[in-house]
């Protein structure tokens, strides 16, 4: 597995053989999902796409951490976090996808 | 933010395409990444983030109700790293250089 690693480029693609649109404004409509996606979570919205799943902001509170290397404390500041919660059908289609036949 | 008013903002931005090829368009982007993923690639957009498969080794977990042992196997996950970008646009901090 990790064969491979696609992009925006491929992504646009799939989306230039689905829809009679130049390659060009394929792309472009690529960009303004994630565009839009992207601006509603800086706003703190939640982004729940249906069968993918969804994208929530999370304020995490202010810590000490430690360097690891040299052991010296150092001060992490509250700050927001994305995290990503798949949906119970993409869970499903990643399992049985890389499921060892 | 649901699926249903991103297709309309990107519609309404683009008044020349029709709604649901508009639809199809969306649809397509998140199938393709699902898709990537059931095939175990990774698919990399860079500022948003990266979607990857992880793999969770066989285990033996406890049903936590009985206390019994079952044999969990082995199995792959979807995983999401945000993009640097878009980590520090959620901060508030708009400029910054593209990782």
Redesign the interface.
Known sequence: MGEKTLTRMDLSEAVFNEVGLSRNESAQLVESVLEHMSDALVRGEQVKISSFGTFSVREKAARVGRNPKTGEEVPIHPRRVLTFRPSHLMKDRVADGNRKK | ???SE?IQ??AD??PH?YQR?VE???N???????E??????????????AF??K?RDARTGRNPRTGETVDVEE????F?K?GKL??D???GLENTEEE
């Open positions: 933010m649901i699926r991103l903002i990107i931005e683009n395409l090829d199809r368009i969306v397509t982007v998140f199938e393709e990444i699902t990537a993923m059931a095939r175990g690639d990774r698919v990399e957009l860079r500022g948003f983030g990857s498969v793999k199995k792959f996950v979807p999401f945000t878009l980590r646009r959620l901060n």
